[in-house]
Each structure stands twice: as C-alpha cells, then as structure tokens.
C-alpha cells in the first residue's frame, strides 16, 4: 500500500499567486516527521520544509508552509507568491519508526510544478 | 564541507556486468539510504542503513546489495546488472533523529545496455 500519496502528477499557476500541493499518508505509528522536497530541472534534492506528527503548529519558511491536518492525515504544502523559479518537482516525504528506532524515509511519486509567467 | 558525495555521475553497464556506486558522507551522519528515481516512480528506498556494519531492506532491495563498513560510506552493489535497473540512483544521509532532514548527493544516472 502506497505510505506516501501525491494526487496532483502536474499543477500549473500563474506567477505571483499561491498554490497547494496536495499529500496525504498512510502510518500507525504515532510519531513520525513529515518533509517537502524540490527538485528542479538540474536533478537535486532540496528540502524545503518539516513538519513532526506533534507539532501543534503548521510548519512555515518563508514563502512555503505545511497544511498538516492530522485526523485526515494530510500534509499538503502551500507556496504563496509563485515565482518562475518555482517551477520543479516536489516530493512529499514521510519518516516512521520500522520495527522499532529505524526510522525509514519513504517518499511519494511527486508533483511537477509548472508557473506561468 | 563536501556534504553528500556520489561516485560516479554517469555509467553505462552491460547486462550481466557488475559495479558498485559509492556514497561519502562528511556530516557524521547515522542514517544512510540508497534510492532509485524513474520516470512517474518518484524515489524507490532500496536499502537503508542506521549505522555502521547496519543495513536494512527498503521497498525495490532485489538486485542490489549494500555494506556499510564505516560509517561514512555507504555502497550499493549491482552484482548482474538489468535494463530494468537503467535509473537515476540517489544516496542520502540523515542524523538519527525523526526531526531532521536527509541530505541528498548529486545522483548517478546508470544506463544499462
């Protein structure tokens, strides 16, 4: 079963507005971290932002936040102010405990944000 | 501050050949994992590590081996290599703890033919 679910294969925005990237999982553990990846055209891996399963606030950076809405179990990022470069992949990740303290990474299949100038 | 070093970039293999892909860490970091990333697959864990002379199977572990005999190196074997292995293989390493991010190397793109 899928831990990581990103709905959205692609979303398109217009500069300067704001957009939701939809990602829900899947976990019984009661503790677990959840983060949001970039990847742009050259290939890297950026983190963007984290969100812990206790935290009783959402997450922000700068013009990136977390929606984390826990009984539905959802994390969905939120950029405000879309900018050109914006435009990449994004990955939602989860970390949970597995079998104990191991603490597996487990992403999702990612979003490709495309913004119009 | 190196960060996250893959070795190499690029290669292509043959079906039926073997090779190995480093992945240096600097960071003193417990967590090591090895993904793969195809085309609508986002990244696949092959196998993971929390700690020296430690590793663990991820979701796609079949083909590959892994050893972590010093805690800064983590290696992926490919001991047969498969046109179904043809991807972009990422390593990343993270500190023990829930809370923090994994660090990401550049990635190796690997062709077999």
């Known amino acids: 079963a899928q831990k990581i679910t990103q709905t959205q294969p692609g979303m398109f925005v217009q500069e300067k507005e704001a957009v939701t990237l939809d990602c829900t999982y899947d976990?019984?553990?009661?503790?677990?971290?959840l983060f949001w990846y970039k990847q742009p055209s050259s290939g890297e891996m950026i983190f963007l932002i984290y969100?812990?399963?206790?935290?009783?606030q959402n997450a922000t950076e700068g013009r990136y936040s977390l929606n984390f809405q826990k009984a539905r179990k959802s994390a969905n990022l939120v950029i405000s102010a879309s900018q050109l470069g914006d435009s990449a992949m994004y990955f939602c990740?989860?970390?949970?405990?597995?079998?104990?303290?191991?603490?597996?990474?487990?992403f999702g299949k990612g979003t490709l944000l495309t913004v119009n100038p | 501050n190196a960060g996250v070093t893959q070795t190499p970039k690029f290669r292509v293999l043959k079906t039926g050949q073997s090779m190995t892909l480093l992945c240096a860490q600097d960071?003193?970091?417990?967590?090591m994992y090895w993904y793969r990333q195809d085309p609508g697959m986002g990244l696949r864990l092959i196998h993971y590590?929390?700690?020296?002379?430690?590793?663990a199977k991820g979701e796609v572990p079949d083909g590959y081996n892994v050893s972590r005999l010093k805690k800064q190196n983590f290696l992926l074997g490919l001991e047969s290599a498969a046109p179904s292995q043809t991807s972009v293989y990422f390593c990343?390493?993270?500190?023990?703890?829930?809370?923090?991010?994994?660090?990401f190397g550049q990635g190796t793109r690997l062709t077999v033919v």
């Open positions: 990343a390493s993270s500190l023990g703890r829930r809370n923090t991010e994994a660090f």
């Open positions: 976990t019984s553990d009661q503790s677990y971290g």
């Open positions: 969100q812990g399963s206790y935290d009783e």
């Open positions: 990740a989860m970390r949970e405990a597995s079998g104990g303290s191991n603490y597996k990474l487990t």
């Open positions: 960071m003193n970091h417990e967590y």
């Open positions: 590590s929390v700690g020296e002379g430690t590793t």
